[in-house]
């Protein structure tokens, strides 16, 4: 089976409350909002996955309209607590089974990785291109990345199961279905190689990506 990108929503995970970017807040904040390079961080990932998805939607929760210059529609988890980044991807199959018919799939990426590779979609697809059942998993120098992945969609109905039973822990859930590690090379950045998943999930590492782009 080849997957077709229009058949493929592209979920972009904002729903966590980011305490390590705000340690001073106790209530957290918006990370994908910070600064970079004079915009959002969150706008350089949509940059990136827009081309290889056929739609694009936000996981967030809490006031909606901070995301509206964006145009995207907002989805909130479905799973009240945050109880994690299982119950933002289970949002955007929900989502897709309700707004896009011809979904099979969502690829999900972390709103603090501003670097992913151009065809990540298209590799993970290519991955589980013979198993619809799978996910694809994105994996640099050996180190497995659960938030940014391809779902089949026909999985919400078990991972809402799961979520209500209490399984947090991504790895528990997917290797129930067939975990499928995809590896990518490192990236050129700032003539800087750097893991392609670089995130920037500290002030620190913000600032870093900064410098990378400087560069």
Do not use: C
């Amino acid at each position: 089976m080849t997957l077709l990108h229009t058949s493929i929503v592209g979920v972009l995970l904002a729903g966590g409350q980011s305490r390590r970017m705000f340690p001073d807040q106790v209530a957290g904040g918006d990370k994908a909002l910070r600064d970079l390079a004079g915009r959002p961080m969150l706008a350089h990932v949509i940059e990136r996955l827009a081309p290889q998805t056929g739609s694009l939607v936000i996981n967030a929760n809490g006031d909606p309209t901070r995301f509206a210059a964006f145009g995207l529609a907002i989805v909130a988890d479905t799973i009240e607590g945050y109880v994690g980044p299982l119950a933002g991807i289970l949002a955007g199959m929900r989502w897709s089974r309700a707004h896009a018919a011809t979904a099979t799939h969502i690829a999900t990426v972390s709103t603090d990785a501003p670097f992913f590779p151009g065809d990540l979609v298209s590799r993970l697809a290519t991955a589980v291109a013979s198993e619809p059942g799978a996910i694809a998993m994105a994996r640099s120098a050996g180190n497995l990345h659960p938030v940014i992945g391809l779902w089949p969609v026909a999985l919400a109905d078990d991972l809402d199961r799961a979520l209500r039973d209490g399984v947090r822990k991504v790895l528990a859930w997917t290797d129930r279905h067939g975990t499928r590690p995809v590896d990518f090379p490192p990236t050129t950045i700032g003539g800087r190689q750097i893991d392609p998943f670089f995130n920037a999930n500290h002030p620190d590492e913000l600032d870093e990506a900064r410098r990378l782009l400087q560069g």
